[in-house]
């Protein structure tokens, strides 16, 4: 079992950048594949980016690809979401996502992740 805690959210202007950062509990975090999504207010909870539990594969919704970047330190049992050029419609509130896999197959439903973080709040003015 791991536990999420995500840390990094604020306020930011429209094109401005944020890094959200999630640390895990746990011995065996390089053991699982991580994700990050996001919910704004009246919507469905939709995939942003995942990364593989190597690091070496990685997937990106087409609505932050060039954008947003995934990336984790196994040692530090930490991912993070480096987010620039930011858009007011990127508002949300911003999920860390845990899934035990040693495949570089990246998962992008949240039905596929078991564990979660309590989310960071990202806000964007225009």
């Known amino acids: 079992q791991v536990q999420l805690v995500e840390s990094g959210g604020g306020l930011v202007q429209a094109g401005g950048s944020l890094r959200l950062s999630c640390a895990a509990s746990?011995?065996?975090?390089?053991?699982?594949?991580m994700g990050w999504f996001r919910q704004a207010p009246g919507k469905e909870r939709e995939f942003v980016t995942g990364?593989?539990?190597?690091?070496?594969?990685?997937n990106y919704a087409d609505s932050v690809k060039g954008r947003f970047t995934i990336a984790r330190d196994n040692a530090k049992a930490t991912v993070y979401l480096q987010m620039n050029s930011l858009k007011p419609e990127d508002t949300a509130v911003y999920y860390c996502?845990?899934?035990?896999?040693?495949?570089?197959?990246?998962?992008?439903?949240?039905?596929?992740?078991?564990?979660w973080g309590q989310g960071t709040q990202v806000t964007v003015s225009s």
């Open positions: 746990g011995r065996t975090f390089s053991s699982y594949a």
């Open positions: 990364i593989s539990w190597s690091g070496g594969s990685t």
């Open positions: 996502a845990a899934r035990f896999s040693g495949r570089s197959y990246i998962y992008a439903s949240s039905l596929d992740y078991p564990y």
